[in-house]
């Protein structure tokens, strides 16, 4: 037991308590003393070390540099890559017919030989037909440019948005921007020229990368799986599969698309005894390679030019038209054709229409549907790899 605690009046009753109670509490802890300031403890200084290591800081320098410099090649060699997304593209959509027919027992040569001729073949024939009359037409339309582009500005819609732009001060801008088109046609066509001996070239070199692409394709990926790690090769092979499921199938699925809007238009033109009825029809059937905006855009600008070159009740049936047909591609043909190759967002699609215009102008359009597929389904495989490595790293800790 502790002695009973009594008062000690002087420094020696006050060391002789703090003994006892030494004693009976361990030398480590000594008893209370009244009257006596405590000794002050050292005071313990923590340091704390930087995080920031070297290599974080080299890290992310290299990691921006090698930013840098991927943007620099993307901006100096764009049209090189443009010509090869096409021939990407075009090399997709022919690989699904390649592969019906070696699946039928013919050789894989052969194959790509009978594709190639029956799509020139298919692009011969429709040029026999069609470019007599869309020459003829479209000189036509040249000719009578100017006096059509007057008309247009004079209607009453564009009478209204001029008005309307004019009080918000943007019809300056509007006049600066497009001062050309107020003048004859023939001249931007001509300043287009130059343009026409690159497009065939560009035509050339898209043709003969989609030959060697379905020659020499397969084998140069087969090569790069061979040297992935074995457990994860079966994945890439998986990636690979579905974008090559997707993107053929929707180029596929868009052509037909184009060739049904075409025609339908075209035909509803012709009966309706427009002027311009095949140029204005191949355009809209082109328009569909641009997802939303395109077909928007053909229909506004038709019913214009149908308002000046056939009147108002011909301007209304031809905005029935666009409008039916509309509801037509978009809840019929497109769910029918795109609903085993392609599910993108809407939102992502726009997302995508909108950031791959700005990179590559009207190739960038076309080509955002299939970009936007593919960069769903590596998104989608790297989070379910990732799920992976988490259920895998749980399962050893619950047994």
């Not at 009976?24 to 000594?30: A, I, Q, T, V, Y």
């Not at 194959?111 to 298919?122: E, N, Q, W």
């Amino acid at each position: 037991m502790r002695p009973r605690r009594t008062h000690l009046g002087d420094e020696d009753g006050c060391r002789q308590a703090r003994d006892v109670a030494s004693a009976e509490d361990g030398p480590e802890h000594g008893g209370p003393c009244w009257g006596v300031e405590p000794v002050a403890e050292p005071e313990v200084r923590l340091e704390l070390r930087s995080q920031v290591t070297l290599r974080t800081v080299l890290t992310v320098c290299f990691t921006v540099l090698g930013v840098m410099i991927l943007a620099t090649l993307v901006v100096k060699t764009r049209v090189a890559l443009t010509l090869t997304g096409i021939a990407v593209l075009v090399a997709l959509s022919l690989e699904h017919g390649v592969s019906r027919l070696e699946k039928r027992g013919l050789k894989r040569w052969l194959a790509i030989a009978l594709v190639l001729l029956a799509l020139f073949v298919a692009v011969s024939a429709l040029g026999l037909l069609v470019i007599p009359d869309l020459v003829e037409q479209v000189d036509a339309l040249v000719t009578q440019w100017p006096q059509l582009w007057r008309q247009v500005r004079g209607t009453g819609i564009l009478r209204a948005l001029n008005q309307r732009l004019h009080s918000l001060g943007w019809n300056e801008r509007l006049e600066e921007a497009t001062p050309a088109l107020a003048g004859p046609l023939p001249a931007l066509l001509m300043s287009a020229i130059g343009g026409v001996v690159g497009l065939l070239g560009g035509m050339l070199t898209v043709f003969f990368l989609v030959v060697f692409m379905l020659v020499f394709g397969g084998g140069v990926l087969k090569r790069l799986l061979e040297l992935a790690r074995p457990d994860h090769r079966m994945r890439y092979v998986r990636v690979l599969h579905n974008i090559y499921t997707a993107t053929g199938g929707y180029l596929s699925g868009i052509t037909l698309i184009c060739a049904v809007n075409a025609t339908l238009t075209t035909t509803m033109l012709a009966v309706l005894g427009l002027p311009f009825y095949l140029p204005l029809g191949v355009a809209s059937g082109f328009s569909s390679l641009v997802p939303y905006a395109g077909p928007i855009i053909a229909g506004g600008f038709i019913t214009l030019l149908t308002l000046v070159t056939g009147g108002a009740w011909k301007a209304l049936a031809v905005f029935v038209y666009f409008l039916l047909y509309g509801q037509l591609e978009g809840n019929v043909m497109a769910p029918l054709i795109f609903k085993r190759t392609v599910h993108v967002n809407p939102l992502l699609t726009l997302l995508a229409v909108l950031f791959c215009v700005e990179l590559a102008g009207i190739v960038g359009a076309v080509v955002a549907v299939p970009v936007a597929a593919t960069v769903q389904i590596i998104i989608r495989e790297v989070l379910l790899f990732r799920q992976e490595r988490r259920e895998a790293a749980v399962l050893p800790v619950e047994s």
